[in-house]
DNA sequence: GATGCAGTTCTCCTATAGCGAAACGGAGGG
DNA sequence: CCCTCCGTTTCGCTATAGGAGAACTGCATC
């Protein structure tokens, strides 16, 4: 359930950090000055439409007014014990990231022998996305029918709800890190292949 | 701006999913079956209160009602033209994650010289989580108090809402790269009387 | 065609979101 | 001390969100 405390402050801290006044935040989103210090005050709900205004005003999406995460420890994961998976294409995953309940935050190191084409990934869910950045070799990212070529030190930002691929179709190998946010349609599917 | 439209066919498209009746969700989520109806309708703008309790209704976030599925397509920053910065203590850190509006992931790259100490880094926002993994070298990474060894290939993982540093003590030069994913701060104000 | 039923929409009515403007309170400046 | 400025809060008033239940719709079965 959302806390109308936590949107206040939230909101007070934005735009406490923007330097802005009640009256320019006011102008900025279309939102009255006396509307505004209810939010803040959790004096009011406001309507999903106002506080959208709001978040325009602040310059951020909605969605980071009402979302709140979790915290945990320090986890490591040995070169050793990491999660290495060998692929019939002859190409190599690593998953770096420990799995942290809450977080859906994966962190994998691809290595892709001369020539390999690791092949095409489906379309995850809306509001997933990745970064990818090339250690060495080159990378030929495929995104919805858009190809790139990626050399070393390249990095890249997509949405991963459309159909990609990862190739390496240069003589040398490849590898290459990816940072992925996947949203998950409910009922836990499976993580990447 | 949030679009009413889209926010009620999310909701009722989530509802078919489930196979919830108006009715049932109404039950579920302490909200009016008309009001539930004028939601999806887009007829009416329901408050943020009203909206989240729709969403335990229906299982999934609140975030997940208002963010509009990123209709970005990718972005590439070359090698050439990464964000590099030279600090005083020698070391480097590359900024490899193009920013993206609503997306509070940094990738970043980091090149510590023998001997190097980065220094310590102050606790971010509760909910601020960080990923790391050794590309070469040994590093000694410090959570609060904490010191953990890791070399070429281990990858970690710490909730950044404590002093962290990073330091290379081996006589090589260690790389590495950081996934983080940063919250904005917020508690810190004064409550007003 | 009538009957029953499940789901959806429409019809009031009340509570409150939202706005404009006035009132309040603190930091200088005279 | 009194005034002025600036930001915030409070005060009425209006538009509308929100709830309860009636009315409508579609689809079976008798």
């Known amino acids: 359930m959302l806390d109308l405390g936590v949107l206040g402050e939230r909101v007070q801290e934005l735009r406490a950090e923007r330097g802005l006044t009640l009256q320019e935040l006011a102008d900025r989103s279309s939102v009255s000055v006396s509307m505004l210090s209810s939010v803040e005050r959790a004096a009011k709900a406001p309507t999903v439409t106002v506080l959208s205004r709001i978040a325009d005003g602040l310059g951020v999406p909605l969605a980071k007014l009402v979302t709140e995460p979790a915290q945990d420890r320090v986890i490591v994961r040995r070169a050793a014990d990491q999660d290495v998976s060998d692929h019939p294409g002859g190409w190599r995953r690593t998953i770096l990231s420990p799995v942290v309940p809450g977080v859906n935050v994966e962190l994998l190191r691809t290595e892709l022998p001369p020539g390999c084409d690791a092949g095409d ?10 970064y990818v950045v090339v250690q060495e070799g080159t ?20 949405a ?3 159909v990609h691929g990862f190739a390496n179709p240069g003589p040398e190998p490849c590898s290459y890190y990816i940072t992925a946010l996947i949203m998950r349609p409910r009922g836990g599917g499976p993580t990447r292949p």
């Open 139 to 158: 990378l030929v990212l495929t995104v919805d029918e858009q190809r790139l070529t990626l050399t070393a030190g390249d990095s890249a930002y997509f």
């Open 121 to 130: 990934f489906p379309a995850y869910a809306s509001g997933s996305h990745e």
């Open 160 to 162: 991963a709800d459309v």
